[in-house]
Every structure is written in C-alpha cells, then in structure tokens.
C-alpha cells in the first residue's frame, strides 16, 4: 500500500487548501487514516484523524480543518481555511492498518504574505 497526497502548496495567511490522500496498492481497510505535520525545527504532530468512529482534531485546528474521507476511493481529505503563518509545515497522510502503520512521502505547505 502508498499512501499518495496532494494538493499542498504556497498561500496567504487567511487563504484555504484542501490536501488529498488516496491509498493504492492493495484494497486495506484502515483502522485509522489522517494527518500529521512537521514544522522546520519540531516533532512531527497530529493535524487531523479518523480512528473509526471518532475523529480527533488538533486543539490549534478546530474549527478551521475539516478532515473527510471515500471509502470506496481509499481517500482522506483535509480542508483547511483560515490559515495561519502556524500551520506551515510538511503534511503527511498516515494510516494504521494493524500491525502496519503507513505513511506518505509529504506534501508542503507555506503560509505566507
């Protein structure tokens, strides 16, 4: 399985993206599936998940990213408004299908005038 995103790139504080991950490979059904981010000089951190039912958000997120998915596609998106110079980072899409844990390759995001 590869998890493959998109649709990052560069914006203006106030501005919106909408990242796209779609699973190929082989059909899994994950356990969870979402979105991390890595900031220059910081740990990695969680953006945005499903883990089945429940969906986590990132305190400094809410209300500004909403995280969806396609069963059928093996896709999960993350649409962001309302950005923030704070949300620049490498996002990546991350998925568990127990025991393996998947991640993408990263897409970039700046946040900046």
């Known amino acids: 399985v590869q998890l493959v995103e998109s649709g990052g790139g560069l914006v203006q504080p106030g501005g919106s993206l909408k990242l796209s991950c779609a699973a190929s490979?082989?059909?899994?059904?994950?356990?969870?599936m979402g979105w991390y981010r890595q900031a220059p000089g910081k740990e990695r951190e969680l953006v945005a998940r499903?883990?089945?039912?429940?969906?986590d958000y990132a305190d400094s997120v809410k209300g500004r990213f909403t995280i969806s998915r396609d069963y059928a596609k093996q896709a999960v998106y993350l649409q962001m408004n309302s950005l923030k110079p704070d949300d620049t980072g490498v996002y990546y899409c991350?998925?568990?299908?127990?025991?393996?844990?998947?991640w993408g390759q990263g897409t970039q995001v700046t946040v900046s005038s």
């Open positions: 991350h998925a568990i299908d127990e025991p393996t844990k998947y």
């Open positions: 490979g082989s059909a899994f059904t994950p356990d969870a």
């Open positions: 499903y883990a089945g039912a429940i969906i």
